[in-house]
């Protein structure tokens, strides 16, 4: 009956569980009812039949309503689909007792007390017991079904909520694991990295000053500079890491734009010609700063495994997208000792790409070089 309004979407075709189809269906099985009752009865009584389906219209905003409005068709003429309806209607929408128990109880007068009051109606008679109790099973069955229904429905919302809940907590946790992780992770950085980088830094600054070749003072300025700037980014990783890096007292360093990659490819000591040509128009912070990240990573490997090979770079602009290409020629010789590296970086190169929406593609080259190109697009900030 109507109580597939309240059957999950998921078990029932579409249109079962759509509004208007379900408000019409009661209307049109209950005419046909009428139609069906009433072949040979007056027109009042048809009249009346007939309101008495057209009320159901109204069940879902006023259930009470229409059940009052299918009473005098049930009572002259001996139509159930309508009431019946509306009982359900009732005991669905308004579950309190108080209001279910009295539009049951009325249905059941009407039905027992039918128009014309046949003889003999109050006998105590077995025909007048079985009368009793078809309009008390007319009247309980349909309320009972309409409170399971909104029964049905208030857990079917419990469950939900209870699995939002749940799903809630579960983030929470998650989100707490995070932040657990993410501050042993800032106090490894500070505590193993921060502690190298320094040492590095003062042997440098003693280098420095004892030095008196101009080549080794020139290196060694080179290093401590380059060690003082690591250990400001590694400060600023762990602030965010930390989740201190938003706050007032904890400010950003600058983050590296384009206009920092003549300083970057100067300092990184290799044999490079530069072709930096990024266009008229301003780029996203984000795709300035992961073209200089993708410059430095390229650098950064071909410090390490090829230093005397002669290095090409290109940022120019194509269109409404900025493509990055760093690219090294076979070098002389492989050095005997290389950093280590584990591949990370141009992972993170890439994975960064495509949330701007670009791409990254690195590889050999034919001549036994090694290239890195990137195209990075200006509609992503």
Known sequence: MTAADHLP????????????P?????VLYSLLDAALVARE????????????????????????????LTMPGSWVDEIWLAPITAVYSVAAERPRPRIVV???????????????????????SRATALDAIQAVMLAAGPAATGLLARTRRELAARLD????????????????????????????????????????????GALQ??????????????????????LE?????????RGTGGLPDAPLAPQPRLADLPRLIEESGLSADAELVPGDRPWPEAVERAAYRTVQEALTNITKYAPE?????????????LRVEVRNEAPPAHPSETLPGGGHGLVGLRERAQLLGGTLSAGPTPDGGFEVRAELPAGHG
């Open 41 to 68: 009865a007056a027109w009042w009584q048809v009249a009346l039949s007939t309101l008495a389906a057209l009320a159901l219209f109204l069940r879902r905003r006023f259930p009470v309503t229409a059940l009052l």
């Open 9 to 20: 979407s998921g078990r029932l075709p579409a249109w079962c569980t759509a509004t208007w």
């Open 233 to 241: 980014e590694l400060r600023q990783m762990v602030g965010v890491l």
């Open 309 to 321: 090979a002669a290095v090409h770079v290109r940022v120019r602009a194509k269109g409404r997208r």
């Open 22 to 26: 379900m408000l019409l269906l009661p």
């Open 161 to 204: 909520e209870l699995t939002r809940g749940q799903e809630r907590e579960s983030r929470l946790l998650a989100e707490r694991v995070l932040i657990s992780e993410r501050g042993r992770l800032a106090r490894e950085m500070h505590d193993v990295v921060s502690h190298q980088v320094s040492l590095i830094s003062i042997q440098a």
């Open 102 to 124: 009295p539009c049951g109880i009325l249905f059941a007068l009407v039905e027992f007390f039918h128009w014309p009051l046949p003889d003999g109606v109050l006998d105590l």
């Open 209 to 230: 000053v004892s030095s008196t070749d101009p080549a080794a003072v020139t290196a060694a300025r080179t290093i401590r500079e380059l060690s003082v700037r690591t």
